[in-house]
Nanobody
Framework: QVQLVESGGGLVQAGDSLRLSCAAS????????VAWFRQAPGKEREFVAS????????YYADSVKGRFIISRDNAKKSMYLQMSTLNPEDTASYYC????????????????????WGQGTQVTVSS
């Protein structure tokens, strides 16, 4: 069973930066594709970013491209989301997700592709 634990959320002002972390309890973290999703109140959970097994390939939602950076450290069994130039529209609960296997060519965008999820960490951006 894979367990994911997010941390790093909080209340920030527009224009600020924040770094989210996600720690995984797996034997071989590099065997998993991982991603970040977010869900705002009253909205569906949406894709934010994904990263390949060894970190060479990343993909971002248009809404965060150029502002967010996804990364991973397989030795530490952790992944990260560096968020910059935050705006109130970024307010949401942020979830890390993982699936066993390789990245492939589909960018791994869909929530139903991921069987393992963290509990979420709240990010609130005030204007």
């Amino acid at each position: 069973q894979v367990q994911l634990v997010e941390s790093g959320g909080g209340l920030v002002q527009a224009g600020d930066s924040l770094r989210l972390s996600c720690a995984a309890s797996v034997v071989t973290f590099s065997a998993y594709v991982v991603a970040w999703f977010r869900q705002a109140p009253g909205k569906e959970r949406e894709f934010v970013a994904s990263i390949s097994n060894r970190g060479q390939t990343t993909y971002y939602a248009d809404s965060v491209k150029g502002r967010f950076i996804i990364s991973r450290d397989n030795a530490k069994k952790s992944m990260y989301l560096q968020m910059s130039t935050l705006n109130p529209e970024d307010t949401a609960s942020y979830y890390c997700a993982a699936k066993f296997g390789y990245y492939g060519s589909t960018y791994n965008l869909k929530t139903n592709e991921y069987p393992y999820w963290g509990q979420g960490t709240q990010v609130t951006v005030s204007s």
